[in-house]
């Protein structure tokens, strides 16, 4: 049996409603012939017949009234959800989800999800955080937020607007008993706040100057895998952390913690929002898009 089409059905209930296929032909669109032939053919495909006419009335055989009974609330239900995928097209409703790296969450949180949250009420916002890059389309997301060297090269992007920047820093307790690193080869003899990746390697701390790059694998007394929680020891003078600078930036401006290698930690490529493709976005989508756009250019 051939497929149904949306038009098939329609036809069906058009002439059950009108009780004419002049009357449905009409409201359809279409001539009185294109309709009969194409009733025949449904018939045919079905091998029932749905309609009894003559030349002066037209009415429902048993199975055409069984069929009138199932299809027609379904295929109401079908134009519901139909009209629900138009109206995303249309204004912004809906959830986006997102994955960003937890410092790049922070970072948006603010100036872009919630604003955008405060524009259109109708929209949610699914935001998850992870150090490992995911591939977002495979898992189910919308956009993602990385730095920009590390966005794959099929994605669309949509940059942010601000540099990144690594910052180490120290308690002023730690640094008056332990001394100050001039150099980064200089952490090998303190104590470090060490962080662990999500596929369980220890991150080895990067610096920068000039043409010299260098990693260290520092030592310490504990092992975290959360800022939060490394920001904590970090303040209650346990070692040297190594943060994105962002997230101990109000401890900087307030004295709370002193940076130290500064002259070893140059700008990186900043954010990046990035999705797929451009292709029948929804209106959610693309007023975010519009949003992180407008944040760009006010931080530029």
Known sequence: MERLSLNDLDAV???????????AAIDL??????????IGKLEANLGVRLFNRTTRSVSLTDAGRLFVAQVGPALGEVRDALEVVREQREQPTGTLRINAAAFAAREIMAPLVLEFLQRYPQM??????????????ADGFDLGVRVANLVPSDMI???????????VVASHQYLQAHGTPRLPVDLQQHRCIRVRLPDGALYRWRF???????????QGPITLDEASLARAAVLAGVGLGYFME????????????????????PPLPGLCLYYPGRRNLSAGMKAFLALAREVAAQRE
């Open 13 to 23: 209930l058009a002439i059950a409603r009108r009780g004419s296929f002049r009357a």
């Open 29 to 38: 669109g279409m001539s009185t012939t294109a309709l009969s032939n194409a």
């Open 124 to 137: 949610q916002v699914d935001l998850v955080t992870e150090g490992r890059l995911v591939d977002i389309v």
């Open 157 to 167: 992007r949509v940059h942010l607007g601000q540099a990144q920047r690594y910052a």
């Open 208 to 218: 920068s100057q000039g043409d010299q790059a260098q990693q260290i694998e520092v």
């Open 246 to 265: 962002q997230d101990v930036r109000d401890d900087l401006a307030s004295g709370r913690l002193l940076r130290v290698l500064e002259d070893w930690t």
